[in-house]
């Protein structure tokens, strides 16, 4: 409300809410000279409670391995709101967790964030490229530990390359003697290379008569398994229904699907408790069947081939 005055409701129509002025001692006059019009609430009423901004961030809660390396195992949404800074940010993620450990904000490259005018605006929270962490406050000497050691790996790193330059050196020199050696040495290598070439050439010669021979046992096995891949599917195609063996002498089709239904001891069986065709269903299946006779030869050979 306005220290200057104050304002009831009045009415009762959702469509003609106005306020009335009620005047204070202070109030100044709230409606210009010859107006009785009342104002609107739109143009005068202000809310009193002024709505909190706030911003929900991504929390990244890491571990710091002995080398100093940040290892993320979880991640916390946390809700800052305007003029929270950096404590508050890492005592939401402690009571998340439930872990009596406090927790530092830190940067992706494992710097404290420290709790500044900066961290406590909203802005500073808004930026979805700027990744925070939240690392256990007793690891962080493990970071400050492994930024030492990696300071101190530079140098060494430095400090080798150095001594390796100094060794190329020394290594240039002596490809240099060695390419002399090398030029010396060819001569003789070439003469018995040239005898190994000859050799070679024999030994080809040979090889291209046994590829000839090989080429011939291919088309031979290539005939086997055509006439092995026939037997197949004929035994696929012949095999009974119910035991999955070649029928030995009689093989009943079914006059309803005109698919092979198996052999006639197994058909029988079948027939004692079932009237439908054991492939499509249909009624009446035992009148229905043809039995084809004089294959026995041919199912005796598809059989003993299958074992």
């Known amino acids: 409300m306005r220290d200057r005055g104050s304002y009831s409701v009045s009415g009762t129509s959702k469509e003609q809410h106005v306020l009335t002025p009620v005047a204070g001692p202070s109030t100044p006059s709230c409606r210009p000279r010859g107006s009785t019009a009342f ?36 991640t916390v949404h946390v809700t800052i709101s305007e003029g929270q800074g950096v404590l508050v940010v890492g005592q939401t993620v402690q009571e998340y967790l439930n872990s009596a450990d406090s927790y530092s904000i830190c940067d992706a490259k494992g710097l404290a964030i420290a709790d500044t005018s900066e961290t406590k605006d909203l802005e500073f929270w808004k930026t979805s490229s700027r990744k925070v962490y939240a690392i256990r406050t007793t690891d962080l000497s493990k970071l400050k530990t492994g930024r030492l050691e990696s300071a101190s790996k530079k140098k060494r790193v430095e400090s080798e390359e150095n001594e390796v330059l100094e060794g190329l050196q020394g290594v240039e020199l002596e490809i ?23 050799h070679i050439n024999t030994n080809v010669l040979q090889l291209v008569q046994q590829i000839d021979v090989i080429g011939e046992l291919k088309e031979k096995v ?24 070649i029928p030995s002498s009689v093989l009943v089709i079914t006059a309803c699907c005109g698919q092979v239904a198996g052999c ?41 081939e299958a074992t």
Do not use: W
């Not at 060695?178 to 070439?197: D, P, W, Y």
């Open 39 to 74: 104002l609107h609430p739109s143009n005068t009423f202000q809310n009193p409670l002024r709505r909190t901004k706030s911003v929900r961030k991504q929390i990244y809660v890491a571990d710091v391995e002995d080398s100093g390396k940040i290892s993320p195992y979880t």
């Open 176 to 198: 240099k003697n060695s390419v002399c050696r090398l030029a010396e040495n060819m001569e003789e290598k070439f003469s018995e290379l040239t005898i190994t070439v000859n």
């Open 222 to 245: 290539a005939e086997v398994s055509k006439s092995l891949t026939i037997a197949s599917s004929l035994r696929d195609a012949l095999m009974c229904r119910m035991c999955t063996n």
């Open 264 to 304: 006639g001891p197994c058909i029988q069986t079948y027939l004692n408790d079932n009237d439908s065709c054991l492939l499509c269903k249909a009624n009446m299946f035992s009148g229905k069947l043809v039995f084809l006779r004089g294959l026995g030869e041919v199912l005796s050979k598809l059989s003993s």
